[in-house]
């Protein structure tokens, strides 16, 4: 690499007074490369992207494109020149067309004071095909898949003269199908000599596509590597910045203690709802964790939601410790300790506009109703306590949650529930779009739960991580529960075959 | 100086400041409070006794803008509650009488309440917009009141009804007492509980506070009700002052400088966090303002323009962009490191405000920038004065 680096970031650090999110950090990205950006939540990845296209002003350090320092005033300016950024979410007109989208804004044909229709077609319609994607320019945006849509916003991001493409997590919604394609089109790109920043949580993928990685942690350098010269265990020790232990423990604390067999905590019979989930039986005893399996839109969600009041069923019953009672609302199911936090943690989760005190205890608070107040030292032990035990950083009870990253989120949301000291605790996705480190964190902690008597419902795409909290695994696939195995001596390959054949078999499984 | 300049309360009161000191040098005795038969005359007796009913609504209209609602119909309350009581009275064979004025009062506030729970209904049971849901009950309740009056303004003499308004006590007029009692009452009772906190929650993520067992439903009702019944009190101060019950013209337009006292108090419309004494500083600014244009003897014809240009400059300067500058100039003058530390949090919070949730429904790529400056200024400043 003797070539001049297309961009070269010296020293930079960025500043949230009293936060520091990074630390005189050194960045340099080569023309004709995949460069991955490593790092935990909260390591600093994303304020790197935003110091760099000028959301953020960075308080020292220079940013070099091209050998010429800059200071771009935002992302707009970034693009004229020529860095271009595709977030994780998708930010583009759905109601469009997809020519529109790619097209407008950026280099729209113009005639007469108007835009020339035909010539933005025509020009879109190349564009895609450069991308290798054959679709209708005059379709509309929503009619694609979200993988498509994906595809589309790089288009777009590429249309005009593009030296650098940042893809910040453009895989997190995407199956394994559509991630080589997006795979197909970076690598293409990067043989036209584009320079792409990637950020991606799964490391098979950046050892896939990757030329070379820049590691932080706690908004410092790591360091900088060959894709090749660095072996995957050696890249998580230096993201967490401790051997992967943590994860080890996690393994060795399965099955210490099964579950007797007793009386069921929490007992669903029939339990469905029209249109969402079809009539299940469910069983979760003390002590048990209970994986849920099945893949995106199988009906994880909805059988979880049923279970803990947040739907209202419209068959079935539901018995706790043996009685039946009725779960209309999440307040029913809070009286019976039943907890439940969603898999949506912007949307249903944390109340992003509180601080991280009144987030913790905002369920015991309601639990208790308004006038009942907690006493405030009360509240502060708990909160202290949760935050130590947790290890919730910032460690500062005052943080707005909305300024912690997803994982510190993730445990945020987690306290809250722990403080109502729950009975049965349904977790779903707690460790989707987190980082390894806080990933593995929650995953000993489940464990740890669950051997002291806690009931737990654990949904996760990631079957692994099912197979290895879980004592029993209930297999959903089109919107039912097909199969319940128990999880020693069960192998990913055997729920996916599971997942896969339960249309073929669903006589028999039913 | 850049504390005080992003405290939420900083621009209300700077403007009440200015209002004062123009009317003071437009008329030097217009701070003068003077003791006759030991009560208290004087302009700012009569503007907090004039602000009285606009406090009341205010004090309503911030829990429910909390909520992410709007209650469009507390002018509208103000007339029929009025009406009620007055008609009450006048065809009471005692019309003097402190019991027909006790009757009169519990009828009026009674309507009230119903009225404050059916805009709560309509929310919360059938989930129509508040904005929509309260324009019922605003063109309603002006019928609602041409019912009971019969379409006349009954004018009515009882002193003690008059002596809601206008009566003294300890030397202060009556109104105020009954508007700053409630409004501390209530301002006590929110903070001191979880109500404050929960009405919050519920207004920044109704769905998580569903799931975390927050009572959304119940509090946003209350919170409607609790607005028709301080509309309802409104509306007795109201009539107390004018003693016509006037279907048409009683509590006009009070909605909007209601709402308006809640923005430059610092409350943004978007819902969520809230601040009473914001509010409390925007109906004085409004008071003033009203009192400023007799004054300073504004021709009738370009007051409303007067008011629009002073509201429309606070509006600004409580903007977060406009705040934000200012912050920036006054470190700029005088160096301290880390002055903006304490405050960082809550102003980011109260920035939010003035903007009228316009900025918080933008898209990510609009409001990164604006979000951006808001945290990144900090640094960017430290280092022009180090140079």
Sequence with gaps: MTTQPVVELTGITVEFPPVTALAGVDFRLYPGEIHALMGENGAGKSTLIKALTGVYQTSSGTIAVDGTERRFTGPGDARAHGISTVYQEVNLCGNLTVAENIMLGAAEPRMLGGLHWPRMRRLAAQHLERMGLDIDPGSSLDSHSLAVQQLVAICRATVSDCKVLILDEPTSSLDADEVESLFAVMRRLRDSGVAILFVSHFLDQIYEVSDRMTVLRNGGLVGEWATAELAAGDLVKHMIGKSAQVLESVERGHDAARPGDGEPRLQAIGLGRKGSIQPYDLEVYPGEVVGLAGLLGSGRTELARLLTGADRSDSGTTLVEGTARKLHNPRAAMAHGIAYTSEDRKGEGIVDGLTVRENIVLAMQAERGWVRPLPRRQVDEIVAGYIDQLGIRPADPEALVRNLSGGNQQKVLLARWLATAPKLLVLDEPTRGIDVGAKAEIQKLVAELAAEGMSVVFISAELEEVLRLSHRIAVLRDRKVVATVGSEGTTTDHIVDLIARGDITEGDAA | ?387
């Design chain 2, 1 to 387: 100086m850049r504390q005080a300049l992003r405290h939420h309360l900083f621009w209300p009161v700077a403007a009440l400041v200015a209002l004062v000191a123009a009317n003071t040098i437009a008329k030097p005795s217009f701070l003068a409070v003077t003791v006759t038969d030991g009560h208290l005359f004087g302009a700012p007796i009569d503007i907090l006794r004039a602000a009285a009913p606009l406090l009341l609504i205010a004090l309503g209209m911030t829990l429910v803008i909390a909520t992410r609602g709007i209650d469009l119909s507390v002018g509208a309350v103000v007339a029929v509650s009025g009406a009620v009581a007055l008609e009450y009275i006048s065809a009471s064979s005692d019309p003097g009488s402190p019991l027909t004025v006790l009757v009169a009062v519990g009828i009026a506030l009674g309507l009230a309440l119903v009225l404050g729970l059916w805009n709560g209904f309509l929310v919360t049971v059938l989930g129509i917009q508040p904005i929509i849901a309260t324009l019922i009950l605003m063109t309603a309740g002006r019928g609602v009141a041409m019912l009971i009056t019969g379409g006349f303004i009954t004018t009515v003499t009882s002193e003690p009804y008059k002596g809601l308004n206008s009566g003294f006590l300890l030397g202060i007029p009556t109104a105020v007492w009954i508007a700053v009692g409630l409004f501390v009452v209530v301002s006590v009772v929110v903070r001191r509980t979880a109500l404050g906190m929960l009405l919050e929650a519920t207004g920044i993520n109704p769905a998580a506070s569903r799931l975390a067992g927050v009572r959304s439903r119940t509090l946003t009702w209350t919170v409607y009700a609790a607005c028709g019944l301080f509309a309802g009190l409104a509306g007795i101060l109201v009539s107390a002052d004018t003693m016509a019950a006037d279907a048409n013209n009683a509590g006009i337009f009070i909605e909007l400088d209601a709402i308006l006292a809640v923005v430059i108090g610092g409350t943004a419309l978007s819902g969520g966090k809230f601040n009473l004494s914001g509010t409390f500083a925007g109906v004085l600014v409004i008071a003033t303002l009203e009192r400023t244009v007799t004054v300073l003897g504004i021709s009738p014809h370009v007051t409303p323009l007067f008011m629009a240009l002073v509201v429309v400059t606070v509006t600004l300067l409580q903007s977060p962009r406009v705040r934000e500058r200012f912050a920036v100039a006054a470190i700029r003058r005088r160096p301290v490191s880390d002055g903006g530390r304490g405050a960082e949090n809550g102003s980011a919070e109260d920035a939010a405000g003035a903007a009228g949730g316009a900025g918080e429904e933008a898209p990510e790529a609009e409001q990164a920038p604006v979000a951006g400056a808001e945290h990144a200024s900090a640094p960017d400043d430290e280092k022009e004065v180090t140079r």
